[in-house]
């Protein structure tokens, strides 16, 4: 921010000013090429350590569509899609992010990413043929923050199932919606993504100007991506938008009556950040994925910066109900473009959770009382180990 008086308080709590208020101490150079123009976020390439367990989870429980699949890989999209994939499940040794898949608006954009990124110094490696079945053309980074990120144009087109409705579950995923990524400097991190092109939505913050987490978008929602801060670089999830509420309670059902009710980690539950209704599952690889609905359009170009105190405890349960701990620690490794796993960097700002829950952490209901403002019964529920 870091001067609230700068920004205007509104009536539901949070703050909104017209530029993204963060401000990097170790700033990335900005390259002089022009970046790539990104529609959206396209697909995640997720490497699984059992990909017939993968498929129960993904295929028979959530109800993904398979476009094709081998015995090295499985190809998924969701309900509205028309592009070949949004999910890729490929089989390997170690439960990892492959690549962060990005489209883009026209083949030339391809060459724009190899200059932007070879200006950086980054490893860049392009494939005429496509990295994976069902896409052309297309360009792999390894990114200054350290996460690999992939740029196509091409796609095979497949049938969108929006109006095959006698295939619709009730808790049908109907769109990718985003990916979130923990790296330990998010304010370093959200200064390239703007380079790239990218637009700050929301973010959280202290009064005294850390950063603890920010939403990006170049599609017109609240992001295409978000930074976590965390050790990094590590994925914390990959969202599904679903198109009601009811879908995603629809899904919880599903998983209690199946037993497997341990693969809710979190929610379901209202943002206050992005105003989406949410849930948190965990794949059998421990890989994180969001179901989520009803955020707001952001396309307008000024479009206003929300950023919330991380001290209200509204921010990321609109309810005000805890944050688990593992959603705020746990996060899967990325690979490099050879396949090996990056390096994990820890975080050194504080943590989140550490001033929120942690044992001198707090977090207030209504801003003008303060901590207080929390009753005592409740505030057990946000220091470790005072749960029963
Ligand atoms: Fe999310």
Redesign the pocket.
């Known amino acids: 921010m870091t001067n609230r008086q700068e920004m205007t308080q509104t009536s539901s709590g949070f703050y909104v000013s017209q530029e993204a208020p963060i401000h990097p101490d170790n700033p990335t150079p900005t390259p002089t090429s022009t970046p790539p123009d990104v529609l959206r976020c396209a697909y995640m390439e997720l490497v699984v350590t059992d990909l017939a367990a993968s498929r129960v989870f993904y295929v028979d429980i959530l109800g993904l569509y398979v476009t094709e699949e081998d015995d090295e890989a499985i190809y998924l999209r969701s309900t509205e899609e028309f592009i070949h994939h949004n999910l890729v499940l490929r089989k390997g040794p170690v439960a990892a992010v492959a690549a962060f898949s990005y489209r883009v608006r026209e083949p030339a954009d391809l060459d724009r990413a190899v200059e932007f990124y070879t200006e950086l110094g980054c490893e860049v490696r392009r494939n005429e043929n496509g990295f994976v079945k069902g896409i052309g053309d297309s360009v792999r980074v390894v990114d200054p923050l350290g996460f690999p990120y992939e740029f196509f144009h091409q796609t095979d087109h497949v049938e969108r199932m929006s109006w095959r409705y006698d295939l619709h579950i009730p808790g049908e995923l109907v769109r990718l919606d985003?990916f979130?990524q923990v790296t330990p400097d998010v304010p370093r991190a959200v200064k390239f993504m703007q380079d790239l092109g990218f637009r700050v939505t929301e973010d959280i913050q202290d009064d005294e100007g850390t950063v603890y987490a920010a939403w990006m978008r170049r599609k017109p929602t609240v992001h295409d991506t978000?930074m976590t801060g965390g050790d990094g670089p590590r994925m914390h999830?990959v969202?599904f938008a679903t198109h009601e509420k009811h879908n995603i309670l629809a899904i919880c059902d599903k998983l209690g009556a199946l037993r497997r009710s341990d693969a809710i980690e979190r929610g379901p539950g209202r943002h206050g950040v992005s105003n989406a209704f949410?849930l948190y599952l965990r794949d059998p690889d421990g890989h994180r994925v969001?179901v989520?609905t009803q955020d707001y359009y952001t396309g307008d170009p000024d479009n206003p910066v929300i950023t919330w105190d991380v001290h209200d405890n509204q921010r990321r349960d609109w309810w005000g109900n805890p944050v688990v701990p593992s959603w705020y620690t746990d996060a899967s490794l990325v690979l490099d473009l050879d396949g090996n796993p990056q390096p994990v960097v820890a975080r050194t700002d504080t943590s989140e959770m550490a001033v929120t829950i942690g044992a001198d952490g707090f977090s207030y209901t209504r801003p003008d009382e303060g901590e207080e403002s929390m009753p005592e019964w409740k505030q057990g529920e946000y220091k470790l180990g005072h749960q029963l």
């Open positions: 985003h979130n978000a999830h969202c949410y969001e989520y």
